[in-house]
């Protein structure tokens, strides 16, 4: 597949010829669900952490499909959507923090007395940085919108192509006034809820999903009203809008995509009644049961959707693309348990560039072309999902106005999955460890396992310091992960084969590694004019790794 | 075109074979724009209203297009909307008034202490009735949603014969909570704001369309982030939606219907700053200038719409049909001039059965079929558009669960717009008041120029009496208009041939005619059990006319 660049873009195109033998695609995408999230182990064992929850469906779509052990996001929502809808990295798209709902408003945040006060929090650094510049707007697919990036959306390139392409759920690209709140604008011809939300004000159709006169804000889930005071949570709601959409190019045998972006599991953190009690049962406090059975609402979404598929013999000919937009809320007090051990044996949570904060579930079925119940190690990153999915619609070559890093993943997990697969049958992987240790080549696949994936967040998450989440950047690069402590100027080093929790700084056993991911982690910040902190009280950006 | 009726309802429908050479149709109504408010001229002459306003494009498509001079719609926006969508009457439906955005709320004023000083107003019957049992919650897809009328809508069936159905603007056919406040549950595959509000919080992107915490309400418009700050007035955004809409049936050939249904000119009258300015310089006071501006708004949307239609070669291929919900709102203070006379030559307005409240502007544009720049005069009402839609789209058969009451008008307005162009020829029509008096003859419609027409408005409207509009019903046959007044028990009658503003009641001159038109609507009000109020004192239902 050839993506070409150009300078402008045509929104509405030209007549197009539909191939009714394109396959049907499905993006389903889960809100601060965390890589051990799920009964689905993606990890070399099974960790405590995936036995807290009950997924049978998450179980029954990999034992369909192919899982990327080593799959990564963004630290926070926007940057991950952002960079799956325009194959843009973070760093390079320079959106590398959630968009406010509203215009022009960077979300950044900022320390006050009141904060520090209430987080107990270490807080002498808090107003040491001036925060950088970045695009706080969001993606804008038309061009000259303040404080964006302009880039041609993946639902429009797929629409081009005979795409019926339809929006479900947290949309999240852009702030309130610009054209990327709209995903009717990013090439999606049916929209349900999606906007310039990030979370939903509540999941209770008995609060109607936060509006309520006395009860609003930009949060609130539009268009929901059918099911207002029925009892029916967000989740099942937004479950049965997706279903339904599903009637108009099913009726005229036309290819779908459809995005399915749930709003769980992000905060509000809200029993899901259907499912809350057997976590109580089992011994959770209050939030860990609340979160548990906002996992299992999801869950039962997914079964509903792999149910209907089948139900309308439409399971072999969609491709089902299951991933989280980020790791595991571990900051957030009302998921109960101890703060920051959510994601154990990961480090950290959502906002981190530490394990816990980017490596998210990602599982592919692909029917007859993915081979079943297999696992590929290769890290791969949110942008690759770009040309993927491009690659998967069947579409050689398409012309867009951004910069693509992604890579396509499909001879990885084509070719890699049925390697994978034929290596277990001649006895070389025999469990969960061998399966995670089986190692693609790049000559099979067109991915080097030793390629460098870069994060990067220049920011302050939360109105009180945390250390092990704001202004953080790092690589991974095969077994290495580096991490860039801009507070301090400070460089870790990780081995991520022996040591995925991040617990061991290697840094000082191998200089020349830092050396290296220092060296290449800069070159990229560089080259991308990645946004930079400054420090206030020199007015100068802080500097890159390599020039410490 | 046959409509068959059956028991239940299947809403996913086999796969369907798409026909392009459909005509696509375009269902453009207003809200709340009465009969006299468009420098297009209904009656027979150009009254001093319609020199009120500008709205070039709606005289375009009058010169394009048939215009129905004697068309009515309901006293309010639900019962019309509702009858539009399933061709029952309302006194048939039960849906006799506007549905409120909350379930099980009757949306019938009562009288208070406060309203009466408020108002200043005749009160002392505001608490003799007791509110009658209607479908308060509007209509409803799906079998057994209480208190409302189930039936098939429209474009249900427009979907399954193979439309790309959009619904664009104010929905308004059932309160939240049941499946009738989804566009998505009556057929239509895309939906731009519809839901159960009948009225924007505001039209200002500047209070983001009624989106802000301290404005907040059920109306407030959803889904339109984009557009929030931008200056850019509803009218406005919900046009630019529309057309975007379009794109996907146009690259894919498929017919489409649109039903596009401005909130515009409902309450709140705030000013649209593009048109404003030139109706104050005109000498209109604050609120007539901002209502003219508002209508004004509309037109230039019809226009944008046409001058589309236009460059993409499709106004030949696409119906345009141009209607209002209802009469014009005359009650209101904000708009204005002297209340009560906004509708004038006709009487009263929104609320009322007479004709300031039922009769409404109706154009067709169809190339080929309709002869342009035509009057035809034959009564219709809005359930006729039911069938007649159906019949557009070459739907020969259909099955629905509800008994249809409107008539198709598809030959009244072909064969009869070319029957009143050969009359011109000939010098049979010479002007507007010849083009009006112009008969189609049952033969040539199918439509009897002479059938009974029903309106039914068992409610009181405001928590103030308003003895024009509360408690009414009243038939049109022929040129006659038989009015009945529930509070009182009094008939009136007038000729709408020589006396359109109803101002001379000629009950004791014709006494059999006042005896006829009793009796016919007696029969259909007992026949559809039609709600009717109950007198407090007694606990009995108002008497029926023939039972005085």
Redesign the interface.
Known sequence: MKIKRIAGLS??????A?AAEKPNIVFFIVDDMGWVDSSVAYGEEVYPNNMRYNTPNMQRLASQGVMLTNAYACPVSTPTRTSLITGVNAAHSHITNWTS???DTPSDATGGAVAMMQSGANHDNTTRFIRPEWNINGMSPVEGVQSTLYATPLPQLL??A?Y?TIHVGKAHWAS????G??P??MGF?????G??AGMPRSYL?EE?YG?T?EK???LAV??M??????GIHLTEALTR?AL??L??P?????PFYLYFAHYATHTPIQRDPRFVQKYLDAGMDEGQARYASMVEGVDKSLGDLLDYLERHNLEKNTIIIFMTDNGGNAENRAKGGVRFMHNLPLRNGKGSVYEGGIRVPLMVKWNGKVTPNTRVNTPVICEDLFPTILSMAGIKSCEVVQEVDGQSLVNLITKGSKLAAKAQKRGEITDQKSANAFVVSENVSGIDPQRTLVFHYPHQWKPYDLEDIDYLSAVRKGEWKLVYRMRTGKIELYNLSSDIGETNNVALQYPDKVKELSAELSSRLREWKSPMPSVRETGKRVLLPDEL
Chains 1, 2 share one sequence.
């Open positions: 929104l509405l195109a030209p007549s197009v539909v709902t509203m215009r629409k081009e005979g019926y309130a006034g610009t054209p709140a709209s009717y604008n011809v049916v929209n349900i809820t906007n310039v159709s109607n509006n006169p609003w804000n930009y539009q268009n009203t059918e099911y207002y005071g029925t809008e339904k959409t009637d108009y099913i009726q005229h045998n036309q």
